[in-house]
Nanobody, 124 residues
Framework: QVQLVESGGGSAQSGGSLRLSCTASGFTDTDVCMAWFRRAPGKEREGVAN???????SYADSVRGRFTVSQGAAKNTLYLEMNTLKPEDTAMYYCAAGTGRCGGLLLEIEYAYWGQGIQVTVSS
């Protein structure tokens, strides 16, 4: 049974930083892609960043240059380093995973497994 558990959310001031972590367990396939999504109040869930199964990285335009996605050495942990935070980054952040190639378009349909989500709040 695949399980994704997020940690590290919380509150920050505008311009500050936060780091999210996601630990995955239960995968039997080593060809895995992982991503971060977020849902802001009153908005649809959107892709933030991913690491595809071939190691390629993709970012949403709204976070490129401010957020960095990475994996741990064992590749079962996904990180999101968030710098220069803005109030519009306030959202519930979700870790997601899929098998095989997920591509760089950050489409929800490519990810079969989801974490419960963790809140990030940025105040101005």
């Amino acid at each position: 049974q695949v399980q994704l558990v997020e940690s590290g959310g919380g509150s920050a001031q505008s311009g500050g930083s936060l780091r999210l972590s996601c630990t995955a367990s239960g995968f039997t396939d080593t060809d895995v892609c992982m991503a971060w999504f977020r849902r802001a109040p009153g908005k649809e869930r959107e892709g933030v960043a991913n690491i595809d199964s071939d190691g390629s990285l993709s970012y949403a335009d709204s976070v490129r240059g401010r957020f960095t996605v990475s994996q741990g050495a064992a590749k079962n942990t996904l990180y999101l380093e968030m710098n220069t935070l803005k109030p519009e980054d306030t959202a519930m952040y979700y870790c997601a995973a899929g098998t095989g190639r997920c591509g760089g378009l950050l489409l929800e349909i490519e990810y079969a497994y989801w974490g419960q989500g963790i809140q990030v709040t940025v105040s101005s």
